[in-house]
T-cell receptor, first 118, second 114 residues
Framework: GAVVSQHPSRVICKSGTSVKIECRSL??????MFWYRQFPKQSLMLMAT?????????EQGVEKDKFLINHASLTLSTLTVTSAHPEDSSFYIC??????????????FGPGTRLTVL | AQSVTQLGSHVSVSEGALVLLRCNYS??????LFWYVQYPNQGLQLLLK??????LVKGINGFEAEFKKSETSFHLTKPSAHMSDAAEYFC????????????FGKGTKLSVKP
Protein backbone atom coordinates (compact mmCIF):
# COMPACT_ATOMS: atom_id res chain seq x y z
CA GLY A 1 0.00 0.00 0.00
CA ALA A 2 0.85 3.71 0.11
CA VAL A 3 1.56 4.23 -3.57
CA VAL A 4 2.02 7.70 -5.04
CA SER A 5 2.03 8.30 -8.77
CA GLN A 6 3.11 11.27 -10.86
CA HIS A 7 2.15 12.16 -14.37
CA PRO A 8 3.82 12.75 -16.69
CA SER A 9 7.12 11.09 -15.90
CA ARG A 10 8.91 13.20 -18.47
CA VAL A 11 7.92 16.35 -20.34
CA ILE A 12 9.67 18.59 -22.83
CA CYS A 13 8.15 21.96 -23.58
CA LYS A 14 8.97 25.23 -25.28
CA SER A 15 9.93 28.30 -23.35
CA GLY A 16 6.91 30.38 -22.42
CA THR A 17 4.43 27.52 -22.21
CA SER A 18 2.82 26.12 -19.07
CA VAL A 19 3.18 22.59 -17.82
CA LYS A 20 0.96 20.75 -15.36
CA ILE A 21 2.25 17.89 -13.23
CA GLU A 22 -0.14 15.62 -11.34
CA CYS A 23 0.53 13.84 -8.07
CA ARG A 24 -1.90 11.16 -6.91
CA SER A 25 -2.10 9.02 -3.81
CA LEU A 26 -3.51 5.80 -5.18
CA UNK A 27 -4.56 3.87 -2.10
CA UNK A 28 -4.84 6.38 0.69
CA UNK A 29 -6.11 9.87 1.32
CA UNK A 30 -3.62 12.65 1.83
CA UNK A 31 -4.67 15.95 3.32
CA UNK A 32 -1.13 17.17 2.82
CA MET A 33 1.17 16.76 -0.14
CA PHE A 34 4.61 18.20 -0.68
CA TRP A 35 6.37 19.36 -3.82
CA TYR A 36 10.14 19.13 -4.09
CA ARG A 37 12.61 20.19 -6.72
CA GLN A 38 15.87 18.42 -7.31
CA PHE A 39 18.70 19.82 -9.39
CA PRO A 40 21.26 17.44 -10.88
CA LYS A 41 23.42 15.78 -8.26
CA GLN A 42 21.80 17.76 -5.47
CA SER A 43 19.36 17.12 -2.68
CA LEU A 44 15.64 17.68 -2.63
CA MET A 45 14.51 21.18 -1.87
CA LEU A 46 11.02 21.65 -0.55
CA MET A 47 9.07 24.07 -2.74
CA ALA A 48 5.67 24.09 -1.11
CA THR A 49 3.25 22.27 1.12
CA UNK A 50 -0.09 21.57 -0.47
CA UNK A 51 -3.12 21.30 1.80
CA UNK A 52 -6.42 19.91 0.57
CA UNK A 53 -9.04 22.60 0.29
CA UNK A 54 -6.77 25.49 1.17
CA UNK A 55 -3.93 27.53 -0.25
CA UNK A 56 -0.49 26.04 -0.51
CA UNK A 57 2.32 27.20 1.74
CA UNK A 58 5.39 28.17 -0.25
CA GLU A 59 8.97 28.07 0.94
CA GLN A 60 11.00 31.22 0.94
CA GLY A 61 12.24 32.11 -2.52
CA VAL A 62 9.63 30.09 -4.41
CA GLU A 63 7.41 32.20 -6.65
CA LYS A 64 3.80 31.30 -5.95
CA ASP A 65 2.60 32.90 -9.17
CA LYS A 66 5.01 30.84 -11.20
CA PHE A 67 4.48 27.51 -9.47
CA LEU A 68 0.74 27.15 -9.06
CA ILE A 69 -0.40 24.41 -6.73
CA ASN A 70 -3.91 23.05 -6.48
CA HIS A 71 -4.98 20.34 -4.03
CA ALA A 72 -8.60 19.89 -5.00
CA SER A 73 -9.15 16.44 -3.52
CA LEU A 74 -7.69 14.14 -0.93
CA THR A 75 -5.91 12.11 -3.59
CA LEU A 76 -4.74 14.70 -6.11
CA SER A 77 -2.42 17.69 -6.09
CA THR A 78 -1.22 19.47 -9.21
CA LEU A 79 1.79 21.68 -9.82
CA THR A 80 1.62 24.01 -12.81
CA VAL A 81 4.81 25.65 -13.97
CA THR A 82 3.64 28.80 -15.73
CA SER A 83 5.56 30.53 -18.50
CA ALA A 84 8.34 28.01 -18.21
CA HIS A 85 11.92 29.00 -18.89
CA PRO A 86 15.02 26.86 -19.35
CA GLU A 87 16.09 27.52 -15.76
CA ASP A 88 12.90 25.76 -14.62
CA SER A 89 14.25 22.53 -16.07
CA SER A 90 14.57 20.15 -13.17
CA PHE A 91 13.33 16.96 -11.56
CA TYR A 92 10.11 17.58 -9.65
CA ILE A 93 9.10 15.10 -6.96
CA CYS A 94 5.91 15.04 -4.94
CA UNK A 95 5.13 13.23 -1.74
CA UNK A 96 1.91 12.50 0.08
CA UNK A 97 1.54 12.56 3.82
CA UNK A 98 -0.03 9.57 5.49
CA UNK A 99 -0.95 9.51 9.15
CA UNK A 100 0.75 6.55 10.78
CA UNK A 101 -0.35 7.10 14.33
CA UNK A 102 1.99 7.48 17.25
CA UNK A 103 2.20 11.19 16.64
CA UNK A 104 3.89 11.29 13.29
CA UNK A 105 3.10 11.27 9.61
CA UNK A 106 5.07 9.46 6.96
CA UNK A 107 5.71 10.78 3.49
CA UNK A 108 5.43 8.53 0.47
CA PHE A 109 7.18 9.76 -2.64
CA GLY A 110 6.16 9.75 -6.25
CA PRO A 111 8.57 8.62 -8.98
CA GLY A 112 9.28 12.17 -10.11
CA THR A 113 8.76 14.22 -13.27
CA ARG A 114 11.66 15.30 -15.43
CA LEU A 115 10.89 18.73 -16.94
CA THR A 116 13.00 20.04 -19.80
CA VAL A 117 12.30 23.51 -21.11
CA LEU A 118 13.80 24.30 -24.50
CA ALA B 1 15.77 24.73 13.29
CA GLN B 2 16.67 21.29 12.10
CA SER B 3 19.49 20.31 9.79
CA VAL B 4 21.19 17.22 8.42
CA THR B 5 24.81 16.76 7.49
CA GLN B 6 25.96 13.84 5.40
CA LEU B 7 29.71 13.40 5.48
CA GLY B 8 31.07 12.41 2.10
CA SER B 9 29.23 13.21 -1.09
CA HIS B 10 30.65 10.08 -2.68
CA VAL B 11 31.55 6.75 -1.11
CA SER B 12 33.07 3.88 -3.04
CA VAL B 13 33.30 0.32 -1.74
CA SER B 14 34.11 -3.07 -3.19
CA GLU B 15 31.41 -5.67 -3.60
CA GLY B 16 31.13 -7.63 -0.36
CA ALA B 17 32.68 -4.87 1.75
CA LEU B 18 31.05 -3.00 4.61
CA VAL B 19 28.96 0.02 3.68
CA LEU B 20 28.99 2.98 6.07
CA LEU B 21 27.19 6.19 5.19
CA ARG B 22 27.38 8.91 7.79
CA CYS B 23 24.60 11.22 8.90
CA ASN B 24 24.57 13.77 11.70
CA TYR B 25 21.56 15.83 12.59
CA SER B 26 20.69 18.92 14.55
CA UNK B 27 17.32 19.23 16.22
CA UNK B 28 15.97 21.10 19.20
CA UNK B 29 13.37 18.40 19.82
CA UNK B 30 13.54 14.61 19.67
CA UNK B 31 13.76 13.87 15.97
CA UNK B 32 12.32 11.35 13.61
CA LEU B 33 15.12 10.15 11.33
CA PHE B 34 14.95 8.56 7.90
CA TRP B 35 17.17 7.09 5.23
CA TYR B 36 15.98 7.11 1.63
CA VAL B 37 17.53 5.62 -1.49
CA GLN B 38 17.18 7.10 -4.96
CA TYR B 39 18.03 5.30 -8.17
CA PRO B 40 18.68 7.37 -11.31
CA ASN B 41 15.64 9.27 -12.57
CA GLN B 42 13.42 7.80 -9.88
CA GLY B 43 11.74 9.04 -6.75
CA LEU B 44 12.77 8.21 -3.22
CA GLN B 45 12.28 4.88 -1.54
CA LEU B 46 12.28 4.60 2.23
CA LEU B 47 15.03 2.33 3.52
CA LEU B 48 14.35 2.67 7.22
CA LYS B 49 13.21 5.09 9.87
CA UNK B 50 13.64 5.80 13.56
CA UNK B 51 10.72 7.22 15.50
CA UNK B 52 10.77 5.88 19.03
CA UNK B 53 11.86 2.73 20.84
CA UNK B 54 14.79 0.59 19.80
CA UNK B 55 17.69 2.69 18.63
CA LEU B 56 18.99 0.07 16.19
CA VAL B 57 16.67 0.08 13.23
CA LYS B 58 16.63 -2.54 10.51
CA GLY B 59 15.41 -1.70 7.06
CA ILE B 60 15.04 -3.20 3.64
CA ASN B 61 17.80 -4.73 1.53
CA GLY B 62 19.91 -5.58 4.58
CA PHE B 63 20.50 -2.01 5.71
CA GLU B 64 20.38 -0.86 9.29
CA ALA B 65 21.04 2.34 11.20
CA GLU B 66 21.60 3.24 14.82
CA PHE B 67 20.26 6.34 16.49
CA LYS B 68 22.87 7.72 18.87
CA LYS B 69 21.49 10.69 20.72
CA SER B 70 24.78 11.52 22.45
CA GLU B 71 26.51 11.76 19.08
CA THR B 72 23.49 13.19 17.21
CA SER B 73 24.15 10.57 14.58
CA PHE B 74 22.15 8.13 12.49
CA HIS B 75 24.72 6.32 10.35
CA LEU B 76 23.59 3.79 7.76
CA THR B 77 25.38 0.45 7.47
CA LYS B 78 25.24 -2.77 5.53
CA PRO B 79 27.63 -5.66 6.23
CA SER B 80 28.18 -6.68 2.62
CA ALA B 81 27.67 -4.43 -0.40
CA HIS B 82 25.98 -5.64 -3.55
CA MET B 83 26.30 -4.10 -6.99
CA SER B 84 22.60 -3.28 -6.84
CA ASP B 85 23.22 -1.02 -3.83
CA ALA B 86 24.83 1.59 -6.08
CA ALA B 87 22.55 4.62 -5.76
CA GLU B 88 22.13 7.99 -4.05
CA TYR B 89 21.29 7.87 -0.35
CA PHE B 90 19.61 10.67 1.57
CA CYS B 91 19.33 11.10 5.30
CA UNK B 92 16.39 13.18 6.52
CA UNK B 93 15.07 14.52 9.79
CA UNK B 94 11.54 15.43 10.79
CA UNK B 95 10.28 17.33 13.76
CA UNK B 96 7.76 15.02 15.37
CA UNK B 97 5.69 18.05 16.17
CA UNK B 98 5.44 19.10 12.53
CA UNK B 99 3.14 17.90 9.80
CA UNK B 100 5.85 15.66 8.54
CA UNK B 101 8.14 18.23 6.95
CA UNK B 102 11.38 16.54 6.00
CA UNK B 103 14.76 18.22 5.94
CA PHE B 104 17.14 16.34 3.68
CA GLY B 105 20.89 16.04 3.71
CA LYS B 106 22.79 16.68 0.51
CA GLY B 107 23.01 13.00 -0.27
CA THR B 108 25.79 10.47 -0.62
CA LYS B 109 26.41 8.64 -3.85
CA LEU B 110 27.40 5.04 -3.24
CA SER B 111 29.47 3.28 -5.87
CA VAL B 112 30.14 -0.45 -5.67
CA LYS B 113 33.16 -1.87 -7.45
CA PRO B 114 33.19 -5.47 -8.66
Amino acid sequence: GAVVSQHPSRVICKSGTSVKIECRSLDFQATTMFWYRQFPKQSLMLMATSNEGSKATYEQGVEKDKFLINHASLTLSTLTVTSAHPEDSSFYICSADRTRGGGYNEQFFGPGTRLTVL
Amino acid sequence: AQSVTQLGSHVSVSEGALVLLRCNYSSSVPPYLFWYVQYPNQGLQLLLKYTTGATLVKGINGFEAEFKKSETSFHLTKPSAHMSDAAEYFCAVSDRGSQGNLIFGKGTKLSVKP
